[in-house]
């Protein structure tokens, strides 16, 4: 487990953090496929807080693609490094989700973030923010649309409807599993959004949820547990 501290010159407030988003923004890149479904490597990334002690914590757990089976796992703890604001919540969780990562002994490959990509209100979610940092190929892969909406969705595994802010579509809602609540996918960086839906499709052989969401949450959690078990 890796400690991290809040980095010197991080986002204090609000409009910091806004001009951060707005800075980085304009470095996504949305022309790149994204490495295929089922090849190399894929990492789920996800936290868990402890509000009342100031601590967060983050794991990365790297799948084979093919088979799904885990590779390698990392966690980070450190102090929360940034107030609860909806929209800013990359904020929160960028320092110790940099750490998890940078201590993996493989390349890490499709980063899937348990949140948003350009499914944000400012376009620039935290798979966004993480795939611009790291350059890394990132997708968000969410429980709910957040303030977006999106039409009908039949019901078989692998039905999609666009999700919309005004006329945009700015991810989908994906079905998983037949007739289950769908999770709500958005391209991040160095990806596009039918290869993040397959990749997702992949990922959920038999749950609402991906692979690499489902391990990374465990893993964080118990990081989690075991920080503040004394």
């Known amino acids: 487990m890796t400690t991290v501290s809040i980095p ?6 609000e409009e910091q953090a806004r001009a951060v988003q707005d ?8 022309d790149e496929p994204g490495p295929p479904p089922g ?9 868990a807080y402890d509000d009342e002690r100031d601590l967060v914590a983050a794991a990365a757990v790297v799948l ?11 966690t980070a703890v450190g102090r929360i490094s940034f107030p609860y604001v909806p929209g800013l919540l990359a904020f929160r969780e960028i320092p110790t989700v940099l750490a998890a990562l940078d201590a993996l002994p493989c390349p890490p490959g ?5 949140g948003y990509g350009l499914a944000h209100p400012r376009r620039f979610g935290l798979a966004s923010h993480l795939g611009v940092l790291t350059g890394l190929p990132t997708i968000g892969v969410a429980k709910n649309p957040f303030t977006f909406t999106h039409g009908e969705l039949a019901a078989p595994r692998g039905s999609v409807a666009p999700l919309l802010a005004d006329e945009e579509e700015v991810g989908r809602a994906l079905r998983t599993r037949d007739g289950v ?3 709500y996918v958005s391209v ?5 959004l039918d290869t993040a839906c397959a990749h997702v499709l992949t990922l959920t052989p038999s749950y609402r949820l991906p692979e690499t969401t489902r391990h990374a949450d465990a893993l964080c959690r118990q990081a989690l547990r075991e920080a503040t078990a004394n």
């Open 8 to 13: 010197a010159g991080w986002p204090a407030t």
């Open 23 to 30: 800075e980085l923004r304009g470095r996504v890149v949305l």
């Open 39 to 47: 090849t190399g490597y894929v990492t789920g990334v996800d936290v």
């Open 64 to 74: 084979d693609a093919a088979s799904l089976g885990v590779v390698a796992e990392t």
């Open 110 to 114: 499709l980063v899937v973030c348990d």
């Open 181 to 183: 609540k769908p999770v």
């Open 188 to 192: 991040g960086h160095r990806a596009q």
